[in-house]
Nanobody, 120 residues
């Protein structure tokens, strides 16, 4: 059993900041790449940021310079520091991770999401 649990979502004012966390737990051998996706109301889910096990990062153009993804491998946790928030950042943010469970093959796992609302 592998589980991803997000936290840190909530309300923020435009120009404010939020920090999201996602912890992977369960019978885990290794966590490889991790990332954050978001789904604005009525729109498709999109990649926000990703990070490899070696801390190589990539970002959507819309968040470059404002968001920072990082990870703590000892805790199997990925973070998303969101600064200079804009109303268009509003949406449900989902954590994703490529996980090798103990005694099994690697799979992609999703968290259930955490809502971020940015007011103008």
């Amino acid at each position: 059993q592998v589980q991803l649990v997000e936290s840190g979502g909530g309300l923020a004012q435009a120009g404010g900041s939020l920090r999201l966390s996602c912890a992977a737990s369960g019978s885990i051998f290794r966590v490889n790449a991790m990332g954050w996706y978001r789904q604005p109301p009525g729109k498709q889910r999109e990649l926000v940021a990703g990070i490899t096990s070696g801390d190589i990062t990539n970002y959507a153009d819309s968040v470059k310079g404002r968001f920072t993804i990082s990870r703590d491998n000892a805790k199997n946790t990925v973070y998303l520091q969101m600064n200079s928030l804009k109303p268009e950042d509003t949406g449900v943010y989902y954590c994703n991770a490529a996980v090798i469970p103990r005694g099994s093959y690697g799979m992609s796992y999703w968290g259930k999401g955490t809502l971020v609302t940015v007011s103008s």
